[in-house]
């Protein structure tokens, strides 16, 4: 079609009847065609999450999310190694001081959690827990640890927490218990969900060979990498927290967390995750692959 553009000096001689109603129906064509193509192209958009931000509370930059299904046997990722790459370089530890203490969006934790799975385990064991307290739920978590250093005796507080001169830090549980609700407020309350961290080891089962506890520990950890990269990814503020030491090592964490001790059941840790604050400067570095590998 071809669409003649012209002053009133320059017109062309009148047209026939026919030849006007012939050029009106292509014009109406054209614009059906046009209309048609633009709805397509919105569907396609929203289908793949590139439209505009949803309307729903949250990070202006956060993006909805969509997720391939469970794929068997080897795919392909389509996904250029340079973008993985600059991926893995802007993954950063964001403190909970750098969160703004504003809820994430429920499909975004989900989300974080569910890229866990994927990271390598060997046996398929799957050792990798995790306990989710987001909002007011965070404390639970918060009063479970600090009820187990109300309990602790005398003689805790004088072995533990101890400064490079000697002198115990704290010097019983209520000391201790002041320090800790202003941190719950000022440090933990700025995050948006905390995440409890569990390795469940593999069960015995007659036959079949038990692997051993290093090799689950580390595939719980490349659980969590794969979470603070999805993270990175959705501009989610991420920390792995080692918690309160005490706490986290000792039986009573692990139970209150539905897991079994006995059987080698361990919490690792705490993922913080939170809305991070905008224009968030946080350098980092990393020493040359020189430095840190050697061909043989």
């Not at 929203?46 to 909805?64: I, K, M, V, W, Y």
Request: proline share 7%; net charge positive; aromatic share 8%.
């Amino acid at each position: 079609m071809v669409v003649l553009f012209g002053s009133a000096a320059n017109a062309a001689p009148p047209v026939t009847d026919a030849w006007r109603e012939l050029t009106i129906a292509a014009l109406g064509a054209a614009v059906g065609v046009l209309l048609t193509l633009i709805v397509v192209v919105v569907a396609f958009l929203r289908g793949n999450g590139l439209s505009s931000p949803s309307s729903e509370p949250g990070p202006a930059t956060e993006q909805p999310i969509k997720r391939q299904g469970t794929q068997r046997g080897l795919p392909t990722s389509g996904i250029a190694p340079e973008l993985l790459q600059a991926l893995m370089e802007a993954r950063r530890s964001v403190m909970p001081k750098n969160m703004t203490g504003n809820l994430l969006r429920p499909e975004h934790v989900k989300a974080i959690l569910a890229s866990a799975p994927w990271a390598p385990n060997h046996g398929k064991t799957e050792p990798w827990r995790f306990t989710v307290f987001g909002g007011d739920a965070k404390a639970k978590l918060l009063d479970w640890t600090l009820k187990w250093y109300r309990s602790r005796p005398a003689s805790f507080w004088k072995e533990n927490f101890v400064l490079s001169s000697g002198v115990p830090e704290f010097a019983d549980a209520e000391a201790f218990s002041n320090y800790y609700t202003k941190a719950a407020g000022d440090k933990w309350g700025r995050a948006s969900h905390l995440v409890a961290i569990s390795v469940r080891r593999q069960r015995p089962e007659a036959g079949k060979k038990q692997h051993p506890e290093w090799e689950e520990t580390c595939a719980v950890a490349c659980a969590v990498q794969n979470m603070h990269l999805l993270a990175t990814s959705l501009q989610v503020g991420a920390y792995w927290s080692s918690w309160y030491a005490h706490y986290r090592a000792s039986d009573e964490c692990v139970r209150d967390l539905g897991l079994d001790p006995a059987a080698g059941d361990r919490c690792l840790g705490v993922f913080v995750l939170g809305e991070q604050e905008p224009n968030l400067s946080n350098r980092a570095s990393r020493l040359p692959l020189e430095q840190i590998a050697t061909w043989q």
